[in-house]
């Protein structure tokens, strides 16, 4: 899994979960990263993936991964890694990680107040995965 995709390509990051995938794109030749709709974790995640990386066309994931706050491993680290290894196989583009420390946290100061608990669940993952995306470009 390399970082040799294109300087402006079109990259598409995953915010890993048990329950959900908050997806996030940045399209070549724009400027701004995008939430898009969270994918439910479920058997056909991957094929849902394939879907969005052909409709796209996406040349570059960027795969939050997780650590502990003093920068160890976790067992969320080793679920993301097989998600990864799995995901590798079905898209057949670039997959690069980033460090997602404390996304969810600035996920949750970016969401507008006033959401309802079941609104913030809808959007936090997506949310997350733009800071992901955010933080790889810088």
């Known amino acids: 899994m390399s970082n040799t995709a294109k300087i402006d390509a079109t990259r598409l990051a995953i915010d890993y979960g048990e329950?959900?995938?908050?997806?996030?794109?940045?399209?070549?030749?724009?400027?701004?990263?995008?939430?898009?709709?969270?994918?439910?974790?479920?058997?056909?995640?991957?094929?849902?993936?394939q879907k969005i990386v052909?409709?796209?066309?996406?040349?570059?994931?960027?795969?939050?991964?997780?650590?502990?706050?003093?920068?160890?491993?976790?067992?969320?680290t080793d679920a993301v890694e097989a998600f990864g290894e799995r995901l590798a196989k079905v898209v057949g583009v670039d997959i690069v990680y980033q460090d997602e420390t404390l996304s969810s946290e600035e996920a949750v100061r970016r969401l507008p107040k006033g959401l309802t608990a079941k609104q913030q669940r809808e959007r936090i993952d997506s949310e997350a995965a733009k800071v992901i995306l955010e933080d790889y470009l810088l």
């Open 19 to 49: 329950k959900r995938i908050g997806l996030a794109i940045k399209k070549s030749g724009h400027s701004t990263v995008a939430t898009l709709n969270y994918l439910p974790n479920q058997e056909r995640a991957l094929d849902d993936l």
């Open 54 to 76: 052909d409709d796209f066309k996406i040349e570059c994931i960027v795969l939050g991964l997780p650590r502990g706050l003093d920068g160890q491993k976790t067992n969320q």
